[in-house]
């Protein structure tokens, strides 16, 4: 069923707010430029191990840049970290 002039269904939430981009959202939770790209890898499932050799770095490198843009989203978990992210984007 289509709907006119792109109106979303009744109760339909949009998938995010107009104006902002992803990087916006990161940018506003002061993730640094590693950070950024690792939080768009987690965001895609990709596993620590995968993420760590595309960007060359050592697994226990990569948890602490986790560790650091949880505390930067103030997020408990890395699922967290992402759902806040994309929530926001």
């Known amino acids: 069923m289509e709907h006119d002039r792109g109106v979303a269904p009744r109760g339909a939430r949009p998938l995010k707010p107009p104006g902002l981009s992803l990087f916006a959202v990161l940018v506003a939770y ?41 505390r930067s989203a103030r997020a408990a978990t890395r699922e967290q970290l992402v759902a806040i992210v994309l929530r926001r984007a």
Do not use: C, F, P, W
């Open 30 to 70: 002061r993730l640094t430029r590693r950070e950024r790209q690792i939080v768009g890898k987690l965001a895609v499932g990709l596993s620590d191990k995968d993420i760590a050799a595309d960007l060359g770095m050592s697994v226990d490198t990569l948890r602490t840049h986790i560790r650091n843009a949880r």
